[in-house]
């Protein structure tokens, strides 16, 4: 019996375009990711992993 690959979507992010064109560096972007997600960044200030 042949092994299978199960077929996934590709993560996709979206950037408003005002974003995008002010940003200067990959990183201006990553801060803005993370600014969308405060969850997340509480849980990192905790010392926790998602």
Known sequence: ???TRKKT???KITFPLSVFE????KEDLEDW???QN???IK???Q????
């Open 22 to 25: 002010t940003a200067d560096t």
């Open 1 to 3: 019996m042949p092994l």
């Open 9 to 11: 979507k590709p993560n």
């Open 38 to 40: 405060p969850q997340f």
């Open 33 to 35: 990711l993370l600014s």
């Open 47 to 50: 010392g926790q992993t998602i």
């Open 43 to 45: 849980k990192n200030a």
